[in-house]
């Protein structure tokens, strides 16, 4: 840790002398050895015309009114006067012309205990007496310039024995890089195997040497695919407090790192498939186009669904995945996208309520992987198989790069569009019917036909007939019963008790649900199929039998897009 100040302070008196550059220092405040807060000072020259807007955090990934985490913000310059204005988010900084600025702040925690499992990401700032985890759009205070605009970072010191790591310990920083960083420390395990570092704390199933050594060759296969050298990339894992035998995982991408939360029990393919994700919006955006500033969601289709289409590409061709499941994740996605309640909703409305209502918020992982297979199929028809989507998603990243300095790559869409047409698909109509309408993306019934056939098919949508939520805080005794439900027509009552009930059991209406009643009489068994009145369309992969090696070869091949 003292190496890393002491870096990191060569670093900012090389750069303190670039002109337009804006310093900032990040010092943990300890009392009786118990952190406090995290103290921030910003430094810049103020504006020619002797005004400079300085914005505090106020939303993002879902989590609003950031700013009552900053308290004592202070503010000193020559002449300076300090207009609040009516917004909690917005300080208007009156000073001489070009005078340096220095403001301070202090970010605290807003909420007691640790992050918990709450049905969402913890990206507020988090700084308990024993350790911190601090993202830059949720913490940093910053002036309303071009993200292009140049910083440097400096920390201070650390308690002793504290560990610290942050994807701002290197030069060449900006604006951008600021806030799409993350930085521990406290009571965490820094790890390093090459250009990979890892920052965790808590205990796990797996130990942190797995963690690393499940990550190394993900990794390894993005870069693979990219064309790309290894760069340092810094993984962040936070425990999440939950109820005994509760399961939860997720994170967040950020340009050279990922931040990433779980509850302890975490699923292992769960576990593979959310690291490669985070670490492929490395790439997807970032190095391939460029997301609306003020509404990114608006293209959540493309950022999470596209990523999630090369996650499990990616896993498969690296043999990180199996061709089974590949098979099962592509009917899950497909299943939950049939019976989304937000199925058809247009782009617009998605974007709207993403972060309100969950079927919202599910909706753009399911619709942009299903259409980025819908149009990898397209390019593969029009070029009679030479061709696929990684041929229009290398373009794209071409065309990001070829930008100017200082100039913004193209528009994400955009830029997906001319990529495409680049190998003679067009696919803006696509986007207009399936994406900004919201019409159901439907895939051929070849499109993975080295594998098996994709079916259609009628599907009654999954109804257990009676509240089972209630039942179990009942002691089992059956509760809410719907008269006109498929349980009631099998005689199932209120005031039943069910020996066993699993609700982490059924979501097929096609499979039956089979409950052993205890009565005075004896145990009566009951057992029905769970199908509603609605039905949908479903599309499934039906595996056709992979008996020899070459038939589950070239299944491989065409899931993983090498054949």
């Known amino acids: 840790m003292r190496t890393f100040v002491a870096i990191v302070t060569a670093l900012w008196a090389a750069a303190a002398a670039a002109a337009g550059d804006i310093r900032y220092t990040l010092t943990p405040e300890v009392e009786h050895g118990a952190l406090r807060a995290i103290a921030i000072e910003m430094v810049l020259a103020g504006e020619a015309d002797g005004e400079t807007e300085i914005e505090l955090p106020d939303s993002w990934g879902g989590k609003t009114e950031l700013w009552r985490a900053i308290s004592e913000f202070r503010v000193s310059g020559k002449g300076l006067k300090l207009d609040a204005g009516g917004s909690p988010t917005l300080k208007v900084l009156r000073h001489a012309p070009g005078a340096t600025l220095t403001v301070r702040y202090r970010v605290t925690q807003i909420w007691p205990g640790d992050p918990a499992m709450s049905g969402s990401n913890e990206y507020r700032p988090i700084i308990r007496p024993g350790y911190f985890h601090v993202i830059g759009w949720t ?39 600021l806030l799409e960083s993350v930085t521990v420390g406290g009571d965490f395990r820094v790890l390093k195997a090459g250009a990979l570092r890892l920052a965790i704390r808590g205990t796990w199933t797996f130990s942190d040497d797995d963690f690393i050594k499940r990550l190394q060759p993900i990794i390894a296969s993005h870069q693979k695919f990219w064309g790309d050298a290894p760069e340092p990339f810094l993984a ?3 425990p999440l407090v939950s109820e005994s035998g509760a399961m939860s995982l997720g994170g967040t991408g950020l340009g050279d790192a990922f931040a990433f939360f779980a509850t302890p029990t975490i699923d292992d393919g769960q576990l593979t498939r959310i690291l490669a994700h985070e670490h492929l919006h490395s790439w997807i955006p970032r190095k391939v186009g460029r997301m609306p500033l003020e509404n990114d969601s608006v293209e959540y289709w493309f950022s999470e669904g596209f990523t999630d289409f090369y996650t499990y590409r990616l896993l498969m061709r690296e043999g990180l995945w199996s061709v089974e499941q590949t098979a099962q994740t592509l009917n899950r996605v497909m299943w939950n996208y049939a019976f989304s309640a937000a199925r058809n909703a247009p782009n617009a409305k998605v974007a709207a309520e993403f972060w309100r209502d ?33 041929d229009v998603m290398h373009g794209m990243k071409r065309a990001a790069a070829a930008v100017g300095p200082g ?60 509240d089972g939520m209630k039942t179990i805080a009942n002691g089992n005794v059956v509760t809410g019963v719907d008269p006109k439900g498929p349980a009631y027509a099998a005689g199932l009552r209120d005031g039943m008790r069910i020996r066993r009930l699993d609700l982490s059991e059924g979501g097929d209406s096609r499979k039956p649900l089979t409950y052993k009643i205890l009565g005075d009489g004896g145990t009566l068994e009951i057992t029905y199929l769970p199908a509603g009145k609605r039905k949908v369309t479903l599309q499934e992969l039906k595996l056709k039998p992979l008996t020899d090696e070459a038939a589950r070869k070239a299944c491989a091949a065409r899931l993983s897009g090498t054949g």
């Open 407 to 466: 100039a913004l790559p193209p528009p994400v869409r955009e830029n997906l569009i001319v990529s495409a047409k680049a190998q003679s698909v067009d696919i803006a109509g696509d986007i207009a019917r399936n994406i900004e309408k919201g019409e159901t993306v439907a895939l051929p019934a070849d499109v993975w036909s080295p594998c098996g056939k994709l079916e259609t098919s009628a599907v009654a949508e999954f109804d257990r007939g009676f």
């Open 358 to 390: 969950r079927a919202m918020n599910d909706l753009p992982y399911q619709r942009g992987m299903l259409f980025a297979t819908l149009i990898d199929d397209k390019v593969r028809r029009a070029s009679n198989g030479a061709r696929d989507l990684d």
């Open 236 to 238: 962040t894992v936070l």
């Open 139 to 177: 913490t940093m205070a910053r002036p309303r310039w071009s993200l292009a605009t140049p910083v440097t970072v400096s920390f201070g010191r650390l308690p002793e024995g504290w560990q610290f790591a942050s994807d701002l310990e290197h030069g060449s920083l900006t604006l951008a890089s």
